[in-house]
């Protein structure tokens, strides 16, 4: 049996790379959908018709979820041909405003993923695999008041590209998708103590496009995707330009 298996599908980026991997990848006899919301899990399985649905109540930052998650593919033994780590979350404000939600990222943008790629990976043995990572463009330069969310997704951009190298062997491509802000429900948690800044919400992308590049850029190869020009060229600034110059001209 070939699979794909999603974390973070209940909503937004997670779900939307159901509905795309459901409609292009017509090798994969079932997806299995992972996040804490089994009742917005359902209604994904409901509204996606062209391949099976397995919903997966597990919270990646519970040890014992993911025990049990470990014991899940020990019993089945699937062809993993695609792993989406698309939970986690992030919080705008200070590091002392954020508080205990930092550790939480931390487990959640970092542990929680690399947790599932040492589960996974054994388990992919079709002919050629796909990883994809939920990074973002905040990855590529400190981002005061959104500092540990922009660590955590520094670290998920460094562990993609190091993997994708180390695992080419066994035909693996893993890509961090590293979009800019994308209009999701990402936000509604963000804003627990400040909002977005405006020229953020004015440049907001679809799911929709950043999905079908990132699904793009994998079966090409590629170890980063960015979508949109903007984001790409700040990227590329990032490199060129020294990041303290860069964060007086952001704040």
């Known amino acids: 049996m070939s699979i794909a298996i999603v974390t973070g599908a209940s909503s937004g980026m997670g779900r939307e790379f159901v509905y795309q991997i459901s409609e292009k990848y017509k090798s994969i006899d079932e997806i299995w959908v992972i996040a804490r919301r089994v009742d917005k899990l359902n209604e994904l399985a409901a509204s996606c018709n062209k391949v099976k649905i397995r919903p997966l109540k597990y919270d990646l930052s519970d040890d ?62 079709c002919k050629r695999g796909n990883i994809f990572n939920l990074a973002s463009s905040a990855a590529f330069m400190p981002q005061p008041s959104f500092a540990t969310y922009a660590a955590t997704k520094s670290y998920v951009l460094s562990l993609s590209r190091a993997l994708n ?15 800019g802000p994308v209009k999701t429900e990402f936000f509604d948690v963000a804003e627990k103590h400040r909002s977005v800044k405006l020229y953020k919400k004015l440049g907001m992308s679809e799911a929709k496009k950043v999905v079908s590049l990132a699904l793009n850029d994998g079966y090409h190869g590629r170890s980063v995707s960015v979508y949109g020009p903007v984001m790409r060229a700040f990227r590329i600034l990032s490199k060129l330009l020294p990041h303290e110059l860069m964060l007086k001209f952001i704040n």
């Open 64 to 125: 014992a979820d993911l025990i049990r998650f470990k014991l899940l593919l020990f019993q089945e033994k699937p062809q993993v041909r695609i792993l989406v780590n698309s939970a986690g979350f992030g919080i705008i404000g200070t590091f002392e405003e954020v508080s205990t939600d930092n550790s939480l990222m931390c487990k959640v943008n970092c542990v929680g993923l690399t947790k599932m790629m040492e589960l996974v990976i054994p388990y992919m043995t």
């Open 165 to 179: 190298k180390e695992l080419k062997d066994k035909n693996i491509t893993v890509t961090a998708v590293c979009p």
